[in-house]
C-alpha cells in the first residue's frame, strides 16, 4: 500500500505562490503516474494536473494552465505542485493521487492512492 503525504498548503494574497509537495512512501515512486486533484466547497472535484515519468510528459487543465508547474524529484520520491499566479477561485483543498500504471488521465477513477488532502485558500 502506497502512502501518499501532502504538504505546503495555507493561506496566500491573490498574486502570490505556493508549492504542495506529495510525498510517498514506495520507493519506486518515480514510475509512478501522479495527479493533482482539487475540490472547492459545493463543487466537484476537478482535475488540476499530472506528470508520468522523468517528467517529460505533463498535463494541465486550462484554467491552471501558465500559473502552474507539476513536477517530480525522483531521488526524495516526492512530486511537486508550484502554483504561482493565485486565484480566489483556485481556493479548494487540494489531494494528489498516483497509479502504478504508465498512463495520464484526468479521471479520479484512474488513480489507486489518495494523500489526505492540503487546504489551500487564496483571499482577495
Known amino acids: 500500500q502506497v502512502q501518499l503525504v501532502e504538504s505546503g498548503g495555507g493561506l496566500v494574497q491573490a498574486g502570490g505562490s505556493l508549492r504542495l509537495s506529495c510525498a510517498a512512501s514506495?520507493?519506486?515512486?518515480?514510475?509512478?503516474?501522479v495527479a493533482w486533484f482539487r475540490q472547492a466547497p459545493g463543487k466537484e472535484r476537478e482535475f488540476v494536473a499530472a506528470?508520468?515519468?522523468?517528467?517529460?510528459?505533463?498535463d494541465y487543465a486550462g484554467s491552471v494552465k501558465g500559473r502552474f508547474t507539476i513536477s517530480r524529484d525522483g531521488a526524495k520520491n516526492t512530486v511537486y505542485l508550484q502554483m504561482n499566479s493565485l486565484k480566489p477561485e483556485d481556493t479548494a483543498v487540494y489531494s494528489c493521487?498516483?497509479?502504478?500504471?504508465?498512463?495520464?488521465?484526468?479521471?479520479?477513477?484512474?488513480?489507486?492512492?489518495w494523500g489526505q488532502g492540503s487546504q489551500v485558500t487564496v483571499s482577495s
Open positions: 493521487a498516483a497509479t502504478s500504471r504508465w498512463f495520464m488521465s484526468r479521471q479520479g477513477v484512474s488513480y489507486d492512492y
Open positions: 514506495e520507493r519506486t515512486f518515480s514510475s509512478y503516474t
Open positions: 506528470i508520468i515519468g522523468s517528467g517529460g510528459n505533463t
